[in-house]
């Protein structure tokens, strides 16, 4: 199953702010992310699917995704 960036997120009960602080980032560069997946760098891509215990080609990286 695919998820958005933010369905992965909710689905490992983590907020944005928690998020940010693992991957090194502010918050508001996040909620960039979020809103807009296919912005995100390839490499935080990656380690963002890893905080959520999923692969990264199960997380949908587009902006037609949330």
């Given at each position: 199953?695919?998820?958005?960036?933010?369905?992965?997120?909710?689905?490992?009960e983590?907020?944005?702010?928690?998020?940010?602080?693992?991957?090194?980032?502010?918050?508001?560069?996040?909620?960039?992310?979020?809103?807009?997946?296919?912005?995100?760098?390839?490499?935080?891509?990656?380690?963002?699917?890893?905080?959520?215990?999923?692969?990264?080609?199960?997380?949908f990286?587009?902006?037609?995704s949330?």
């Open positions: 199953m695919t998820v958005s960036p933010k369905q992965a997120r909710l689905l490992c983590k907020t944005q702010r928690e998020i940010a602080g693992i991957l090194g980032v502010h918050r508001d560069t996040y909620m960039k992310w979020e809103k807009n997946p296919d912005v995100m760098p390839v490499g935080k891509a990656k380690e963002f699917a890893s905080i959520v215990g999923r692969n990264v080609d199960e997380i990286f587009s902006i037609m949330t």
